[in-house]
């Protein structure tokens, strides 16, 4: 897993569209930001880890924090989020 410093987009849009388009391309853009929170476990977050193990998609503890290392939260947050142990005892039931 990685980050990259740059990607490519596609942009399709109406003829009438056009115009906004192009401005749209050519003003700064703002930072992204993670959807998940700003660096501590947010509810988002917990909702999310709570879907991977009521899912089946992590069973273990080392799945949760495999999981929580790969979203772009922990990326930006150079991994700086810790998961309270009553989330990971979770993926034991």
């Known amino acids: 897993m990685g980050v ?5 987009s596609i942009l399709i849009c109406k003829p009438t569209e056009k ?3 192009q401005q749209l391309m050519k ?4 930072p992204i930001e993670s959807c998940l929170g700003s660096g501590r476990l947010s509810a988002s ?3 999310a880890i709570l ?3 009521a899912s089946g998609i992590a069973n273990s503890k080392a799945d949760v924090a ?3 290392a790969s979203t772009f939260l922990a990326v930006s947050s150079r991994g700086q989020i810790e998961v309270p142990k009553y989330l990971l005892l979770l ?3």
């Open 4 to 8: 990259d410093t740059a990607g490519e």
């Open 19 to 21: 115009a906004v388009c």
């Open 27 to 30: 003003s700064s853009l703002k």
């Open 45 to 47: 977050l917990k909702r």
């Open 51 to 53: 879907e991977v193990i």
């Open 66 to 68: 495999r999981y929580v």
């Open 91 to 93: 993926a034991y039931v």
